[in-house]
């Protein structure tokens, strides 16, 4: 059973950085796509950013050049590097993992971690 572990988040400064961790079990992250997704209040679901196996990596276009996405293989985990807070960032972040086996696509999703705006 795949399960997925956030941790990390906390309250946003603007202008300031955060770093969340997603540890996974079940499978081992360097062989699937990892993705961070966030959910804003009355928004949808988006994609943050996503790493392949391959190491290929992809990002919402609020997320470039702020943001980087990456992994250890060897404590199975997946990063989400978060840089230069802005008011659109608060939400929740939610750790993914995709991955196929033969014809069928799996997906699970962590429980979320929050990134609320310091007051």
């Known amino acids: 059973q795949v399960q997925l572990m956030e941790s990390g988040g906390g309250l946003m400064q603007p202008g300031g950085s955060l770093r969340l961790s997603c540890a996974a079990s079940g499978i081992m992250v360097s062989t699937i796509t990892m993705g961070w997704y966030r959910q804003a209040p009355g928004k949808q679901r988006e994609l943050v950013a996503d790493?392949?196996?391959?190491?290929?990596?992809n990002f919402a276009d609020s997320a470039k050049e702020r943001f980087t996405i990456s992994r250890d293989n060897a404590k199975n985990t997946v990063y989400l590097r978060m840089n230069s807070l802005d008011p659109e960032d608060p939400a929740v972040y939610y750790c993914n993992a995709k991955w196929s086996m033969s014809i069928r696509q799996f997906t699970s999703w962590g429980q979320g971690t929050q990134v609320p705006v310091s007051s």
């Open positions: 790493i392949t196996s391959g190491g290929n990596t």
